[in-house]
């Protein structure tokens, strides 16, 4: 059985990383990756089961309460981290082709979204170095008062697989940065980017233990959040998978920071004219084939115009050129797997009953292989449908006529998520103005647009906490106030 795709060196495939040490998993079995594109095995890696997790988090759980890493200086971590950071730098071409080769990941994206995961874990590392983890206050209670921040502990990373790269290095960089010790635990779909950051750990002399990997299905991975060595989980995934940490987290008063899904609206004002939402939305949806959390999929649209606008999208749409990842000339990949296809057809079907659908909704009859489906676009969308309140993940935009602005932004509100959303208008004011109403983690006047330096996260069933920046370095810090006599020499 291939063990790598193409263009892609990871050299312990078959193993788990446990305290430093490659070794052969205790379940004894690989987990198969399978290509979007031609549904063909093009690869596999080792399948941790519940003693590779216990195993993981007895490391990362020694290596935090007596080994070396939490002792290091934050300039000593960082020395390391810019280590780990220059390997990740060189396995890039690597990293571009696993991404293409597991989830279908545009060929002719894949070096800019790989580039931006490295600078991810930079920015976090510099976020970290600049960081006062001891401040100094005058207090009545004593002679005086240190606010300290500590690090949170052992932290259970489990990234998506969607972005499986830049999400990890993310989560890692702000464990690693403030002291913690780390288990990164990869979707099963697409791990071989926490196989490359374990090797770059491995390389740049990261103590054993304060990094491990273990790439295990859903019930591995359950095993791990129930154990109790585990002091914090930064998750990125779906709202279902969210509740159940926070569950689990929840009975032991366990840390854990929760990004998850959405339904995030886009509100078109009237001074935006049918032409530009249709080429803004045609190039948002595509994206990553539709499966982005803070995806706009919700159109909000005056009714007078629904028709109009409706038509430009409509035109648009049938001009996207679906095919395969490789291909410079695609705009639209494949779905990351079957079940993600089936998934996205069922909604399709659901909003049938519900609503009109305008174009698409049906696998493109030129591919004969491969997770693909039409750009789909459904008119005359009842906010209260499913198609409007669940997330389908993939490439499907849902309609909905209001009647004024005021019933814009109650439409925008009207949903268990608030992570994204978008005011399309050519006046900032009037952006500004509404996106204030709008109750989501972050919202941006004219189209899809984030930045990693800045916190991101969610209002409602979208997520706990922020990932980037400040607040997001914070969730992985406890605060210590400390009383003393007389001033110290804190440290």
């Known amino acids: 059985m291939a063990q790598n795709p193409d263009g892609v060196f990871v050299k312990n495939p078959d193993k788990v990383w446990i305290n430093g040490e490659w070794r052969a998993p205790h379940s004894g079995r690989m987990i198969e990756l399978v290509s979007p594109n031609t549904e063909q095995v093009v690869g596999a890696v080792a399948e941790a089961d519940e003693a590779d997790m216990d195993a993981a988090v007895a490391a990362a759980r020694e290596a935090f309460d007596r080994g070396a890493w939490p002792r290091k200086s934050v300039a000593e971590r960082n020395e390391i981290m810019k280590k780990i950071s220059a390997h990740l730098r060189t396995r890039e071409p690597e990293l571009a082709k696993a991404w293409t080769a597991q989830m279908g990941g545009l060929a002719v994206m894949a070096p800019g979204i790989v580039a931006g995961g490295t600078g991810q874990f930079d920015m976090v590392r510099e976020v970290g170095v600049n960081y006062d983890y001891v401040k100094t206050y005058d207090t009545e209670a004593a002679g005086k008062a240190y606010l300290v921040s500590e690090p949170v502990g052992v932290v259970a990373a489990i990234a998506p697989w969607n972005a499986p790269y830049g999400l990890m290095a993310s989560k890692v960089a702000n464990a690693l940065i403030t002291g913690c010790t780390v288990i990164m635990k990869p979707s099963p779909e697409t791990p071989l980017e926490a196989y490359i950051i374990a090797e770059a750990c491995e390389a740049a002399g990261v103590p054993a233990g304060a990094v491990n990997l273990v790439c295990g299905h859903r019930e591995a991975a359950d095993h791990m959040v129930n154990n109790h060595g585990v002091d914090k989980v930064s998750f990125t995934g779906s709202t279902a998978a969210g509740k159940r940490i926070a569950t689990v987290m929840g009975e032991r008063i366990g840390r854990y920071t929760l990004e998850l899904g959405g339904k995030s609206a886009a509100i078109v004002r009237d001074d935006f004219t049918a032409e530009q939402t249709a080429k803004l939305m045609a190039g948002t949806i595509t994206l990553l084939s539709g499966q982005v959390c803070a995806m706009l999929t919700r159109l909000i649209v005056p009714k007078a115009r629904h028709d109009e606008i409706t038509d430009a999208l409509a035109a648009e749409f049938k001009k996207i050129q679906i095919g395969y990842s490789d291909d410079p000339s695609t705009q639209l990949g494949p779905l ?53 309140q669940e997330e389908i993940f993939g490439p499907v935009l849902s309609i909905i006529p209001v009647e004024d602005e005021e019933h814009a932004i109650a439409v925008a509100n009207d949903s268990n998520y608030g992570l994204s959303g978008s005011v399309l208008t050519n006046d900032p004011q009037k952006a500004y103005d509404v996106a204030r109403r709008v109750r989501t983690g972050g919202i941006a006047q004219n189209g899809l647009k984030v930045d990693w330096a800045l916190p991101f996260g969610g209002y409602k069933q979208s997520g706990v906490g922020r990932e980037g920046g400040v607040p997001g370095l914070s969730a992985y810090l406890e605060t210590k106030v400390m009383l003393m006599d007389e001033p110290v020499n804190a440290h």
């Open 336 to 388: 990351a797997m079957k079940r993600q296809l089936e998934r996205v057809e069922m909604y399709i079907e659901e909003g049938k009953k519900t609503a009109d659908l305008v174009t698409g909704g049906n696998r493109p009859t030129h591919l004969n292989q491969g997770y693909f489906i039409e750009p789909t676009i459904f008119a005359n969308v009842d906010n209260k449908s499913r198609i409007a």
